[in-house]
């Protein structure tokens, strides 16, 4: 399993999606479905139907939410946990000298929390965050990208940066609408739900998985076949 390390080793790059990837579920709808009721979709839907993306519908819905953080913290403990091999998946890529990102369209409240608990949070990641002011919050998205314009935290400068660090492959692993402006500029996509459909749709290759269980036993070999069709592993 050292093949990757052995020096002078590849330098592969994982870039993952945290809601409804990382953790089981989606934790931002759960926030939403929490504090707005189920009517917030509504919005989103109309915002997706004109072209547009979170930077217009999450200023819509994070306006002056009377949620304390502690309030917040609990819901996020009693209603979200990370996928089960997730952990697993972290401790597999740091064996192999992988460098792992979260890249979040979600918000930095629950990525943090649900990392601290499992010791995680040594994991580098981008995301919106939640700004708690006068027993309001709000949201401040400090990862807008000039050259997207659609979402709070557009996921292609992580692709860019790793392209500028010479990342030799470029994983990408992601499940929903923010998954789709990096997916299309990866070497290599790990895919489900609707970032499947629109994979499939936009013939860009994509690998289907389930959970963190099924994907671990897909990478090591889906990476090698990558390096192998790129001449890495021969000679
Ligand atoms: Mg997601
Ligand atoms: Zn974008």
Not at 37 to 63: C, D, F, H, I, N
Not at 179 to 205: M, Q, V, W
Request: hydrophobic share 40%; glycine share 6%.
């Amino acid at each position: 399993m050292s093949k990757h390390n052995s020096n002078p080793g590849p330098d592969i790059w994982v870039l993952c999606d945290f809601d409804g990837t990382a953790s089981v579920k989606d934790v931002q709808n759960m926030l939403l479905d929490h504090f707005l009721g189920k009517s917030w979709r509504l919005q989103v839907e109309a915002v997706l139907a004109r072209g547009e993306k979170s930077t217009t519908y999450m200023p819509m819905l994070y306006k002056d939410w009377l949620a304390s953080k502690e309030e917040m913290i609990q819901v996020i403990d009693e209603n979200a946990a990370l996928d089960p091999c997730f952990p697993r998946f972290v401790e597999y890529c740091r064996e192999q000298g992988y460098h792992l990102e979260i890249v979040s369209d979600g918000l930095d409240i629950y990525i943090e929390h649900l990392l601290a608990k499992h010791k995680l949070d040594d994991i580098p990641f981008t995301s919106n965050r939640l700004v708690f002011e006068d027993g309001k919050c709000r949201i401040d998205s400090p990862f807008q990208s000039e050259s997207c314009g659609l979402c709070g935290n557009c996921k292609k400068q992580r692709v860019l940066a790793a392209r500028e660090a010479q990342a030799h492959c470029l994983v990408y692993i992601g499940d929903g609408i923010s998954d789709e402006c990096p997916a299309g500029l990866s070497d290599i996509t790990f895919a489900k739900g609707g970032l499947l459909a629109y994979c499939r749709e936009h013939n860009l290759e994509a690998v289907q998985f389930r959970d963190f269980s099924d994907l671990l036993a897909a990478f090591p070999e889906t990476l090698d076949s990558w390096l192998l069709s790129t001449d890495w592993l021969r000679g």
